[in-house]
């Protein structure tokens, strides 16, 4: 039997009707579920699950000469693969645009809270310098990846160890740990949908396929947000932006009690 999904017009007027297809209130996450350690050769891993939607994220370290305009910080790089069995919509081939926006707004939240201590990840100044690649990977799309990422990354980044580093033959030690990451922060995303006149937050697939727009709000440890990604064709008002920034700010909080600590 094949099973039909919901109509973008069915969505709308259920959410116009103040309600849910899962019967979720409009500021109510799905369950969640982060688990670290996924990844035996990563230097740091965690799989996340938002309801049916699923992210992994590894963690691997590249000991490299550093960027000329930062010459005693190292760096940080995220990369997205959304594979082909996690959704209809997904095809193989190069990275997508909806892949490079999503790891662009997870870089985004991560580099702008300055979670990541870069000067510490200078090995020799002006010569090495550790760089940091996140490597996400959606498994499952059932709507609201960019939080799921998020959370991921960050999951992953707070369990990540550093490898050892031969200063004498210039190699990394892979499978030699010589210290955590050094974070400073545990920064989070989350995504506000608009449907009509509605503000809602964890938007399922069949929820994102009526939303008008969206926007990601990153907030740090201390509740204040540190960078915002807009996404769809629609707008919000000022009344709604700061009523989005408040639910981030709360919600923040909520997410952030469920990843490791620094």
Not at 89 to 108: C, H, I, K, Y
Request: hydrophobic content about 40%.
């Amino acid at each position: 039997m094949v099973t039909l999904k919901p109509s973008e017009s069915y969505v709308r007027k259920i959410i116009e009707d103040k309600l849910r297809i899962d019967g979720r209130r409009f500021d109510e996450f799905r369950n969640i579920q982060i688990e670290t350690g996924f990844i035996k050769n990563a230097e740091g891993s965690a799989r996340v699950r938002i309801g049916n939607s699923m992210v992994v994220a590894g963690i691997k370290m590249e000991a490299r000469e550093p960027y000329s305009d930062t010459p005693n910080e190292g760096f940080l790089v995220v990369d997205c693969e959304m594979v082909p069995f996690a959704s209809p919509e997904f095809e193989a081939g190069p990275p997508s645009p909806e892949s490079v926006e999503l790891a662009r707004v997870v870089d985004r939240g991560i580099r702008e809270s300055h979670a990541i201590d870069t000067e510490a990840l200078c090995i020799t100044p002006g010569e090495m310098v550790w760089g940091v690649h996140v490597d996400l990977h959606v498994l499952d799309d059932d709507g609201n990846l960019i939080d799921a990422a998020a959370l991921a990354a960050v999951a992953a980044l707070l369990t990540a160890r550093l490898p050892e580093f031969d200063k004498e033959t210039k190699k990394v030690q892979f499978g030699k740990l010589s210290g955590k990451l050094p974070m400073r922060d545990r920064p989070v995303e989350v995504t506000i949908g608009k449907i009509g006149s509605t503000l809602l937050i964890d938007t399922c697939a069949e929820e994102e396929t009526a939303l008008d727009a969206r926007v990601t709000i990153a907030t740090n440890t201390e509740g204040n947000f540190c960078a915002m990604q807009k996404g769809g064709n629609g707008f919000f008002t000022t009344a709604e932006l700061e009523a989005a920034v408040d639910v981030a700010v709360e919600k923040g909080n909520e997410l952030r009690d469920l990843l490791p600590p620094l």
